[in-house]
């Protein structure tokens, strides 16, 4: 994908309508900033699994707390 908007980046520096050139940056703008939220996305994602079994965890430990120690 990088290469992709290296490509456009270079083709709308060589281009003389500024209003194509600009459509073309908007858009590799766009693109780029998915690119970034993807990737905070996906380690969001990743932090939340791990909370999620750190949750389990404790939860199991407690449980098993709670039978050896009664409620």
């Known amino acids: 994908m ?13 281009m003389t309508d500024m209003e194509d050139a600009r459509t073309i940056m908007y858009a590799v703008n ?16 990743e932090k939340l699994h791990k909370l999620h079994a750190m949750y389990d965890k ?10 050896q120690h009664g409620d």
């Open 58 to 67: 404790l939860l199991r430990e407690y449980n098993e707390y709670r039978k």
């Open 2 to 14: 990088q290469h992709l908007t290296d490509r456009l980046r270079l083709m709308a520096e060589q």
């Open 30 to 45: 766009h693109i780029e900033a998915a690119r970034a939220w993807k990737i905070r996305w996906a380690e969001a994602d």
